[in-house]
């Protein structure tokens, strides 16, 4: 059964750093797009990165340009986020999400994970 488990979240203040982990299982990374999405309290979900099968193609949300990168290591079917330079509008619940075909800023992903929480304040 395909899963996905974020990790890494927590309590960071402004400027500081974190690294989520989306550690997936019943999939092979090199065949699923893979995005990382936020929900803010009171807020819609809005994707964040969004990364394709091979992962030589990525691309962010103009909020996090610069400050997020996403990777992957096949190897360990795991999927991250360095996030760098946060602010408190960073706060929000992080979430991973798979598609066999192709990545979009959208709800259409085929698989979701549960989430993990990022508080950024002082």
């Known amino acids: 059964q395909l899963q996905l488990v974020e990790s890494g979240g927590g309590l960071v203040q402004p400027g500081g750093s974190l690294r989520l982990s989306c550690t997936a299982s019943g999939l092979s990374l090199d065949r699923y797009a893979i995005g990382w999405f936020r929900q803010a309290p009171g807020k819609e979900r809005e994707g964040v990165s969004c990364?394709?099968?091979?992962?030589?193609?990525?691309t962010y949300a103009d909020s996090v340009k610069g400050r997020f990168t996403a990777s992957k290591d096949n190897a360990k079917i795991t999927v991250y986020l360095q996030m760098n330079s946060l602010k408190p509008e960073d706060t929000a619940v992080y979430y991973c999400?798979?598609?066999?075909?192709?990545?979009?800023?959208?709800?259409?992903?085929?698989?979701w994970g549960k989430g993990t929480l990022v508080t950024v304040s002082s």
């Open positions: 990364m394709s099968a091979s992962g030589r193609s990525i």
């Open positions: 999400a798979a598609d066999k075909d192709y990545c979009s800023f959208s709800e259409a992903m085929d698989h």
